[in-house]
């Protein structure tokens, strides 16, 4: 043994002993090598990657039942934006825990299928202050600021009190209910001097297929009782974190109506209409 190596004695389930020793078989390396690489790719697992359950283009077209579990969600990522089975609510993921908001909030801390959600491991390189908000637009142009390119993506953080917000959330739609549709039947509702944070990823116009192309804020208060989806909000000071995010993982359905749904039509107009 030299050096620079150590010993590391664990109990794992035999299933995945097998799997290890057949993979390291197969690729004729030694059983330690295979092993500390996997371990190697899970330790310095890139801050700056969003994990994203299916499509923008599928929750357009009316694919939202759940495909992928949310502890599966959770595993990549502790912040981030989404909906649930039959667009009932708005997803805020925040601090590693998953919210279901419609006006008020509650924390979800089962273990359910996510037709589509977006999340990264938050890890803010870069932190300022905005002052005198009096709309959503103010914001967006003070974090375009922090946004050195429109080709990447961005998580943002924003804390504070706010003075109002206006917020939303889609209704829960019948089984196979296109988003807009979902969207025109939304519950609005406002909220004034409260405190709390807006979840925000920002995702270039590029990606529309795949993303919500734009600034996407999701709201929730500091005491987790109330959040949505925000159309506007004023503020007298906001903290800001921001993080560049450069890789993209996407995991998409392997089954059920997502495999036969027809993805043709650019979904752009219509999340420019519904998000
Ligand atoms: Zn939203």
Redesign the pocket.
Known sequence: MNADEATLGITIPSTLEAAARDLASKRGVLIDDLVASALHEYLHFSPSRIYQISTSVALVEGINSGSISSSTLLEHGDFG?GTFDGLDG?MVILDGEIYQASGSARRRSDDFPVPFASVTQYCEEAVFQINQITSLADVEVACDRYRPSDNLFYALRLDGVFGNIHARAVHPAQGGAKLLDAAQSQLEFHYHNVEGTLVCLWSPRYSSSFSIPGY?F?FLSKDRTKGG?VLNCTAGQLRVGVQTISEYDVQLPKKGTFLKADFSKDPASVLAKA?
């Open positions: 934006l708005e996407h999701h989806h998000e």
